[in-house]
């Protein structure tokens, strides 16, 4: 069966508007959890980021950066552990944004950030990421309005600047319901293996969640931009969120092109080392 | 006699083109050396900028970022010595920037920068600065022109997120005149407590000199900003730059205005410290 290229499927057009309701979570493009395809197509998509990887190490020209958010319990954590767990980690490094410390918060909400940026070569995963600035910090109303409101702008300026200078910037949004949440939130509470992972701040209600989506929603559309785009991955379905991830970096990659770099000019006739 | 005021008649207008040519780098404003006016006036003003630290530290609600450019032996070391040392190095930090390590490099040139920006409540101060990105890159031709050019509107980017978010930038070019150079580093050879500073890269040609300028003329026109402005300081007469600079620091802090942070609300009738 003809299956849709994710990496222009979910990506969000620059200047677009996004409707969440629009996006199904619970989408799989055709696909069987467990199928030959399934498992060939995330194997060979894994193996061709590794092979891409070396390039960019090598060529040391280019960095790439994956911003990774979504909902508590949306799979941020997974997706790492998942498709960037066979990246060679002397050429990658998550950086995780937890609540702001008194020193980072005595700072702009960049600083913090930018020193996490990926160097030339490398590739970054944010687990969480700036955008927490327009999101948690909106919803929960830590700062006036203003602030968060003049914070567009200047992510779309930081990322320019960024991509400007040689870092490709992929974004992913994992998309689940509210129903798919719950589900996991609860099981965090039954299952020993993951009590750590729950806090009672998870439980959020339904006015909440809704804030939510109304601050996902103006962040998606204000802030995707042609070398810094946004995905909707729908994230309901763990193995095909991990495959249409996988997809996006590889696709990404791909387009970045990273070369081995050439032989070093053999010395001349005659010539020494010195 | 009646002087002028320092802190509007340096200032470069946003907008407006520099030509350095049209700045007398021997002027003194009808000052004296050594006279006690000027010696009365510049402890005033010392003193004043270490009471409005006071309080910007106290208030911890904004930030001063001075940096200072100029060309080689223009006085950025003696200006930190003479106007900065009265303050207190708790609230008060120098980043000298000097020529990138491979690690600062391989990232953005904002990068190093960005970690060295002061805090709500402090004061930094930049011997160099991300200007050299557009100075010393352009004239050594270190990068391709596109990549510098390029630079401006970055530099403006990142100066007005920091502007917006509680940090006011105080630009200063020290300026002097290409005799005045060639007697300081003359001056650097013959006297064995400035030797250190004297390098054979200090000796540049005219040709240099020049192309030096022609930077500093863009750079100086493209990122003046309302709340980031360049100044462009007489610099010839060492007394005369302390006092200037003295002056544009202490109207810089009276504009920001730090105050005093409330007495905390006494604990209510009955009430208990927790």
Same mark, same amino acid.
């Given at each position: ?5 994710? @990496? /222009?499927?979910? +990506?969000?057009?620059?200047? &677009? ?14 696909? /069987? ?9 995330? *194997? ?18 280019? *960095?790439?950066? #994956?911003?990774? !958010? ?47 940026? =990926?160097?030339?070569?490398? #590739?970054?995963?944010?687990? +969480? &990421? ?10 929960? %109303?830590?700062?006036?309005? *203003? ?12 990322? &320019?600047? $960024? /991509?400007?200078?040689?870092?490709? #910037? ?6 689940? @319901?509210?129903?798919? !949440?719950?589900?996991?939130? !609860?099981?965090? $509470? ?47 379905? %763990?193995?095909?969120?991990? $495959? ?17 770099? !050439?032989? =070093?000019?053999?010395? *001349? ?6």
């Amino acid at each position: 069966m003809a299956k849709t290229d994710n @990496s /222009t499927r979910y +990506r969000v057009k620059p200047g &677009s508007k996004v409707e969440l309701q629009q996006h199904d979570p619970g989408y799989d493009n055709g696909y /069987t959890k467990g199928s030959p395809e399934v498992e060939e197509k995330l *194997a060979r998509d894994l193996d061709r980021i590794c092979e891409w990887q070396e390039k960019l190490y090598a060529e040391s020209k280019q *960095a790439l950066l #994956i911003v990774l !958010q979504g909902m508590d319990a949306s799979g941020k954590d997974g997706t790492i552990s998942h498709v960037m767990r066979g990246l060679n980690p002397q050429g990658c490094a998550v950086a995780s944004f937890k609540v702001p410390t008194p020193q980072e918060l005595a700072h702009d909400f960049l600083w913090r950030i930018h020193q996490k940026t =990926p160097a030339r070569g490398q #590739i970054a995963v944010f687990n +969480r &990421s700036h955008y927490e600035d327009v999101l948690a910090v909106r919803v929960r %109303k830590l700062v006036p309005q *203003a602030v968060w409101k003049a914070r567009y702008d200047q992510i779309n300026d930081f990322e &320019s600047m $960024l /991509t400007q200078n040689g870092t490709r #910037i992929v974004k992913l949004f994992l998309h689940i @319901s509210r129903e798919e !949440q719950k589900k996991r939130l !609860q099981k965090r $509470l039954e299952d020993p293996k993951k009590h750590w992972k729950y806090s009672p701040v998870d439980d959020q209600d339904s006015r909440l969640w809704n804030r939510y989506v109304t601050a996902y929603e103006e962040a998606l559309s204000r802030c995707s931009m042609e070398a810094a785009p946004w995905y909707v991955i729908p994230a309901d379905r %763990k193995w095909y969120r991990n $495959l249409a991830v996988a997809e996006i970096v590889e696709q990404t990659l791909a387009e970045m092109k990273p070369q081995w770099p !050439q032989r =070093p000019e053999a010395p *001349a006739e005659g010539g020494e080392h010195v």
